[in-house]
């Protein structure tokens, strides 16, 4: 009698274990497969974690499998071995981190291959001509015959009595044939040579593929915006596949897909897959297929591709790797350039970091003295591919502009580099990390500021509709025209977002054809790829976007970026806010000047004197990182430390309050008990920044931790913490957390 554990396929703690069941003489099943398992009194999915040929509990105990769901493992070893590690590493129950090795709707069976019926004349040319003359009124049954005469085609072309008329004769054979949902990206049949690289793409790329031939390797590859990095991944990967290997792409945002898509699979073709969320479920079903039997062994996508079935996989390339993009924000809440760092330790394989602006704490790993299970090897390209020159950089100091009598969003510079531009048939870029029309509405006369009735934020004017709008709840309504506090009409809309600056570009230039690209336009499925298609034809010569254009796009004929709002992140409230600032300028300021004609940035800034705008304006990354790191340093803030809450939330705001202040007090005693004080910088229980969030109060158990400490133990006690929860009161733990709000 064979054996499996299996986890069953439902998210409760209480489950979170493995669970032994027979195995019947006619299955064939091993680790990895899907399967349908009695679970109390009803059916449940699982997943075969292991398989054993003895069991310690009494044969009555042990009930069958009742079927594999799938023909075939639908998990590969290693991604199960990944699975395991997640759940000691993130903390989250063993299924979740299974669950994300497969497409979401191959779970209850919501997503089949699509078919076709396809029909096969068997009769030759001389009797389709007898049975033409000998029944000439049967005209559908002729039609049927003619056209395949010329060779198989579908049934649904033909009437369903005439196919049924001609297969009773054995005329025709009808079968089953399989049809792919083929993705739009990856239509374009179109094909692409490889160009000459560049003296330091040379030595980049004979240094990872060195790595790759001799057992892996883990690089940063920093080079400035349009040093030519995409090259050196799409030679890393040609290397991979000519030794039989595999390899993924990851892009941070969707927005990015479809160019890195079309540049892939211009030169793999149908090696080059796409999996990310804007797929249909078919789509995304059978491109993980592909994946997973091999047809396809280059993988493009967001976050999740990182747990692509590749077989044999060779290289993870992280393109934008300094993008906060990369970490989940909800459970299990992974990091995907440490899920990568994994599966490339494990299988002996290169990972590639690649970004003109690295994280702090990744450029850290490359520096001098850290530890070689740390470490990262620094690649630089400090020059643009063809010798092309780095934009030229213009900061205005737009306190200036407001005591000359400009009022405008727009500099005089600005307004008068963008007509020049549009005068000489070039294209711009405006960019602005606000979407929606005015930051928020209020009252001159009291300063009353609209805020959702859910969320302790202002609520976003959006003109197009003239609604205000909650951009963490979607929480909607009318503008007041009367102050809802003093009743004044004294109703002012302030700050900037992308619809009030598309507005003002139509107004100041008639003549220009805007394209917008931010969340609100970006909804539909393709629409990202719509509407950079629309700029890259030339059928729009201005693009205005949030962050989604500031990075990782190419447009040759982009000759002015202009940078609307440079400070909009600069004075939020997290340690990060100048690494973003900085890492948002210099990426905007890289999408101008990247063919021949020489670029031009303007970025207007109330604070021109901050190093992180100063230096990105001076395109000076390694200058920023000292002064960067030296204030992370003093602050004692990450990479020096880790940062960990556990974030409460209930209806009522004393239960959450009273939640997170037990917490605390637990908390304490496990870090008195366990010898841990000296390595904590700080710990306790507050507001969140942001009190209320979709209809929740929320507060928080803040620790600062120095990054020596036992970090594994605080975290495995916060999550206890979080687990045992009162009833009512929601907790999540959160490590390192892309936001702090």
């Known amino acids: 009698m064979r054996y499996c554990d299996v986890i069953v396929d ?34 449940l999915e699982g997943f075969v974690v292991s398989m054993k040929d003895s ?16 023909d075939y493992p639908v998990i590969l070893p290693e991604l199960i071995e990944l699975a395991k590690w997640m759940h000691e590493r993130y903390l989250c129950n063993l299924v979740d981190a299974l ?67 001609l297969e009773g004769k054995g005329a025709i054979a009808v079968g089953t044939e399989e049809v792919r949902r083929k993705p739009r990206l990856l239509t374009d049949e179109s094909r692409s040579r490889d160009p000459e690289l560049m003296p330091g793409q040379k030595r980049a790329v004979d240094e990872i593929v060195g790595a790759l031939d001799s057992g892996g390797g883990r690089f940063l590859l920093n080079g400035v915006t349009g040093s030519g990095k995409t090259e050196v991944y799409i030679r890393v990967i040609r290397r991979a596949l000519e030794t039989g290997k595999g390899a993924i792409v990851l892009v941070p945002e969707i927005a990015l897909t479809p160019q890195m ?8 073709g149908a090696d080059a897959a796409v999996l990310h969320s804007r797929l249909s479920a078919g789509e995304r079903y059978d491109e993980w297929r592909r994946i997973r039997f091999g047809e396809a062994r280059v993988v493009i996508g967001a976050r999740s591709a990182v747990f692509a079935p590749v077989k044999n996989l060779g290289a993870i390339i992280i393109d934008e790797e300094h993008e906060h993009t990369y970490q989940s924000d909800t459970r299990p809440r992974y990091d995907a350039r440490e899920i990568a760092w994994k599966r490339m330790d494990d299988l002996r394989g290169v990972l590639v970091l690649g970004s003109a602006t690295p994280s702090i704490s990744s450029y850290m790993r490359a520096m001098p003295g850290v530890r070689a299970e740390n470490r990262l090897t620094l690649i630089e390209l400090r020059e643009r591919v063809m010798g092309r020159p780095m934009p030229e950089v213009e900061l205005i100091d737009m306190r200036g502009e407001f005591e000359r009598g400009n009022h405008s969003i727009f500099s005089g510079k600005l307004a008068a580099a963008l007509r020049d531009c549009l005068d000489a048939g070039k294209q711009a ?28 934020v202002a609520m976003t004017y959006h003109q197009s509709e003239n609604l205000l709008k909650c951009h963490y709840c979607g929480n909607q309504m009318l503008p007041p025209t009367r102050c809802p506090e003093c009743k004044s009409r004294y109703i002012k809309y302030f700050g900037t977002g992308t619809q009030k600056v598309e507005e003002e570009v ?24 719509k509407l950079l298609g629309r700029f890259r034809s030339g059928e729009a010569n201005v693009m205005i976007g949030t962050q989604m254009i500031a990075k990782g796009l190419d447009f040759p004929k982009v000759t002015l970026v202009g940078v609307v709002a440079a400070d909009m992140t600069l004075n939020l409230p997290d340690y990060r806010s100048a690494e973003r600032t900085f890492q948002l300028i210099t990426q905007v300021a890289g999408r101008a000047g990247r063919a021949d004609d020489p670029g031009r940035v303007i970025v207007q800034t109330y604070e021109p004197e901050h190093y992180a705008i100063k230096l990105a304006a001076e395109q000076d990354y390694r200058a920023f990182y000292m002064q960067e790191s030296l204030y992370r340093r003093k602050a004692l803030y990450p990479p020096f430390t880790v940062i960990a809450r556990i974030v409460f939330s209930a209806r009522d705001a004393d239960l959450a309050q009273k939640a997170a202040e037990r917490a605390e007090k637990e908390m304490n005693e496990w870090i008195d008990a366990s010898g841990a004080r000296n390595d904590v910088v700080q710990m306790r229980a507050l507001e969140a920044p942001i009190k209320l969030l979709r209809g929740m109060a929320r507060w928080q158990v803040f620790l600062k931790m120095y990054f020596k400490g036992d970090l594994p133990g605080a975290t495995r006690r916060m999550q206890a913490l979080a687990d045992e929860a009162e009833s009512g009161v929601r907790a999540e733990l959160e490590v390192n957390p892309s936001n702090l709000f």
């Open 261 to 268: 898509v079309s540049w892939l699979h211009a030169r793999f």
């Open 99 to 165: 669950r994300l090795m497969v497409p979401a709707q191959m779970r209850g069976d919501r997503v089949h291959a699509r078919t076709k019926r396809t029909a096969h004349l068997l009769w030759t040319e001389t009797q389709v001509h007898i049975f033409k003359n000998a029944n000439p009124r049967a005209t559908a049954q002729i039609e049927a015959l003619e056209t395949l005469l010329r060779g198989d085609c579908e049934t649904a072309r033909f009437s369903p009595s005439a196919v049924k008329a």
């Open 10 to 43: 439902l998210s409760a703690e209480a489950v979170d274990r493995l669970f032994t069941y027979s195995v019947p003489d006619d299955l064939e099943i091993g680790a990895g497969w899907q399967v349908e398992v009695p679970f109390g009194p009803r059916a």
């Open 506 to 529: 139509k107004r100041l230039f008639p003549d220009a054809r805007t394209v917008r690209v931010d969340v609100d336009t970006t909804r539909e499925k393709d629409a990202h790829e």
């Open 55 to 70: 069991c310690a509990l009494e044969k009555g105990r042990v009930k069958p499998v009742r079927r594999a769901v799938r």
């Open 429 to 456: 870029v405006l960019f602005i990390n606000r979407r929606g029309h005015s930051t928020f509405v209020s009252c001159r006369a009291c300063g009353y500021v609209v805020k959702c009735e859910q969320c302790d």
